[in-house]
């Protein structure tokens, strides 16, 4: 699905990815973990066709990474796409689909059935006539969702998409993804702060810190030794409950689970 051939991103005159080579297979469900500034938003526009390479190649079904490719379902981590006003989720994706700008547009009948479609799959279909002003944190997240479906992808690049959503909403998000995974045959790239609202649900971990990676199972990547050699300082992983937590005295490795 997507392969990374010795890839380095530099920005700043720092590499924020280093020779990385990864693969990541057809509908699986990938968690993406790594501290602020570690890669997670990067390497996503970089397999959209919007980062340039320092070196390496990216390639998406089979091809090189490209801009508009259709195939490839993305929700920003940025909300300012959704200013609060008084235009409906229905105007929203309308929008989204014919690639214009907000507005009030004239639907064509396939359009608005494309529309809808997206909205019954993300369990928001009252969302299609309500005010932006109007909807929760929630509801904005399943819209941006919801725009993410359109055109049918076959992949889907989720940056943070718990942010500001309370434990109850954050489950019920990562189901919705889940059911949409299996449902629509998706493989899915969620990148996230804690690993431990993902742990039932994705089939592999991808950990990003230092410009470099580490992917696998959360078995094989969250470890003491595993986060102790990404990090190149000393970090212990204990598993307590069904959760993990991480024990460092750096600030920046509480980002990844529970923390002591």
């Known amino acids: 699905m997507i392969s990374l051939q010795n890839v380095t991103i530099t920005r ?39 980062q340039p390479l320092s070196a390496g190649r990216i390639e998406v079904f089979g091809a090189p990474a490209r801009r508009g490719n259709q195939d490839i379902g993305y929700m920003p981590q940025t ?22 700008e907000f507005g009030l ?14 909205l019954e799959d993300v369990d928001g279909v009252e969302l299609a006539a309500r005010p932006l002003a109007r909807l929760s944190g929630g509801q904005r997240q399943r819209l941006l969702l919801a725009a ?8 889907l690049l989720l940056d943070e998409p718990l942010i500001s959503l309370d434990p109850a909403a954050q489950a019920a998000m990562i189901a919705l993804i889940a059911r949409l ?18 742990l039932g649900s994705m089939d592999r971990v991808l950990y990003l810190s230092g410009g470099h990676a580490a992917l696998g199972t959360v078995d094989e990547v969250i470890t ?29 490795a509480h980002h990844a689970c529970d923390h002591a």
Do not use: W
């Not at 000393?234 to 959760?243: F, M, N, Q």
């Open 148 to 155: 993410a479906l359109l055109g049918a992808p076959k992949l």
């Open 12 to 50: 700043g005159g720092q590499d924020v990815l280093r020779d990385i080579s990864l693969t990541f297979r057809d509908s699986e469900f990938v968690g993406v973990l790594g501290p602020n500034g570690a890669g997670k938003t990067t390497l996503f526009r970089a397999i959209l066709g919007l």
């Open 79 to 100: 909300r300012s796409t959704l200013p609060a006003s008084n235009i409906c989720g229905f105007d929203v994706l309308a929008n989204a689909a014919r690639g214009h």
């Open 224 to 252: 003491s030794e595993g986060l102790s050699k990404l990090y190149g300082s000393e970090i212990e992983v204990l598993r307590a409950g069904g959760r993990i937590f991480v024990l460092s005295d750096r600030p920046d």
């Open 181 to 198: 995974r299996r449902t629509r045959d998706l493989t899915v790239l969620f990148a996230a702060h804690d690993i431990n609202p993902l």
């Open 105 to 118: 547009p004239l639907s064509s009948r396939r359009l608005r059935e494309e529309v809808m479609a997206a």
